[in-house]
């Protein structure tokens, strides 16, 4: 068996695993050695469906030494006006050359596609079958540890009959190979794939009227205009963040405070007439919310249990099934709930979400604290695991958290500065940026510094209590 040698063991090269490798180059002299089953970088992006896009700007994802894209903004669709939104396909061939340009020109990284960890070091190729020995010296970073669920390798939780076609939306853009035309599209799932799905089909010129929508529970949405990184949105994004943290200082319960959040325009809901009880993270722009608000039929039933010839069976009640109907599976949660663990462990390092929603960005900042503290303690307590919200509830504690991780950061000044010129870092440059004599938006920096403590306060008070 042949034996290497390496600093840290990376396995994964998905968004996590590379913002991670990046950062610690960057940051050290270490040596790298990054393990991964497909056969070239960017993890689930390989086989995500084709349409699926970034759904926040570009300027945030990937790793701090290579940007994403050109910084600029669309001129036409849904997200005219905003800054750009990376294609998955991008996003897969930005992957590639962060690869190709950036890690392995340092000298200091190994890349092993095609390959399986099978545990201690012990590496198999998928192609022959060798074993290779990897010596770590420092750490294994398992950094599959939040790999998303996609549509591509998730299987359906519900029974589908013979003569049901369904299919994941992978399959869509491949219509132009079937022998005849659905009559009916029917998208089974209420988060962003679904979105993605309705949205593509609309685009693509399927009748709004052929379109149904099974949709389990409604989602809040944030408005990515208030999540864009250029100054000229500064009034946008820092006016909806102070909104935001007067919200959590003030609000009475998790609905009061996203009926003030959508009150200041920074959260959107598809269905003015009904109150969503789910919010996932998904970032829209109000354009694409009136194309969704197209599609009428819409079926709140619960979740799909099984499909035949003649009904889609659901947890609420029943509907009745068209013939030729071709049935869309979005049901794939990329967000399943998972036990949170430490994240440094000794020999371990178990990379998870330290700013919710930004993986990227948790990635390298937790390679930076590895590169720059001295022990598991003094790492934790600056990278508390961040839960992400299952329901409105659970979205108190993510901020309280997220909170928390952001005051202890910038109370280690060369944390914070490493934070402020960190390119997946999204507002701390425009932040940085304005001018001492702007006293309009200098006041609104500071209102949001001064309430923050309130913010947390309340929140915990909140999350703490029963169950209406």
Request: charged share 20%; with cysteine.
């Amino acid at each position: 068996m042949r034996a290497i040698e390496t600093d840290y063991l990376i396995i994964g090269a998905g968004a996590v695993g590379m913002a991670f490798a990046d950062t610690i180059l960057a940051e050290t002299d270490a040596h790298v050695t990054i393990v991964d089953r497909q056969s070239k970088p960017g993890g689930h992006w390989n086989d995500a469906y084709s349409f699926v896009a970034l759904h926040q700007p570009s300027a945030f994802y990937g790793v701090n030494s290579l940007s994403l894209g050109e910084n600029r903004k669309d001129t036409h669709g849904a997200n005219a006006g905003l800054y750009e939104l990376a294609s998955g396909a991008e996003v897969s061939g930005y992957f590639d050359r962060v690869m190709r340009q950036k890690l392995l020109p340092s000298g200091r990284a190994e890349y092993l596609p095609m390959s399986d960890h099978r545990g201690e070091g012990r590496v198999v190729s998928l192609m022959s079958g060798e074993e290779l020995q990897v010596r770590v010296r420092r750490k294994t970073v398992d950094a599959t540890f939040s790999s998303p669920v996609i549509p591509a390798n998730h299987t359906p939780r519900f029974s589908v009959g013979e003569g049901v076609t369904l299919v994941p939306p992978g399959q869509l853009a491949r219509l132009w190979l079937a022998a005849e035309r659905p009559e009916r599209f029917v998208v089974l799932g209420a988060g962003k794939t679904a979105m993605d799905a309705i949205g593509w089909l609309l685009a693509m010129g399927a009748p709004a009227e052929a379109i149904q929508w099974i949709k389990p529970r409604d989602s809040w949405l944030i408005n990515r205009t208030c999540t864009q990184p250029g100054a000229e949105f500064f009034d946008d994004v820092f006016g909806s963040q102070l909104a935001q943290m007067r919200a959590f200082a003030e609000g009475t319960s998790p609905d009061d405070i996203f009926a003030r959040l959508e009150a200041a325009g920074m959260m959107l809901r598809i269905d003015p007439a009904v109150t969503p009880t789910m919010f996932h993270y998904a970032t829209i722009s109000q354009g694409e919310v009136e194309a969704l608000r197209r599609v009428t039929d819409v079926v709140r039933k619960g979740r799909v249990t099984a499909i035949t010839a003649t009904a889609i069976q659901l947890e609420e009640g029943t509907e009745p099934a068209q013939p030729n109907a071709l049935y869309i599976d979005c049901t794939a949660s990329a967000v399943e709930p998972r036990t949170a663990q430490p994240i440094f462990q000794g020999d371990l390092i178990v990379p998870q979400l330290v700013r919710v929603p930004q993986p990227c960005f948790s990635a390298a900042l937790i390679a930076f604290v590895e590169a720059h503290y001295a022990d598991d303690a003094a790492k934790n307590a600056l990278c508390r695991t961040v839960p992400f919200p299952q329901d409105l509830k659970g979205f108190l504690t993510t901020n309280i958290v997220n909170l928390m991780n952001q005051g202890g950061w910038f109370g280690e000044e060369r944390l914070g500065a490493w934070i402020r010129q960190s390119r997946l870092d999204g507002f701390g440059k425009v932040a940085a940026g304005i001018d001492r004599s702007d006293t309009a938006r200098i006041a609104v920096l500071q209102e949001m510094r001064r309430t923050a403590p309130l913010a947390v306060a309340n929140l915990m008070r909140l999350a703490s209590a029963p169950a209406a």
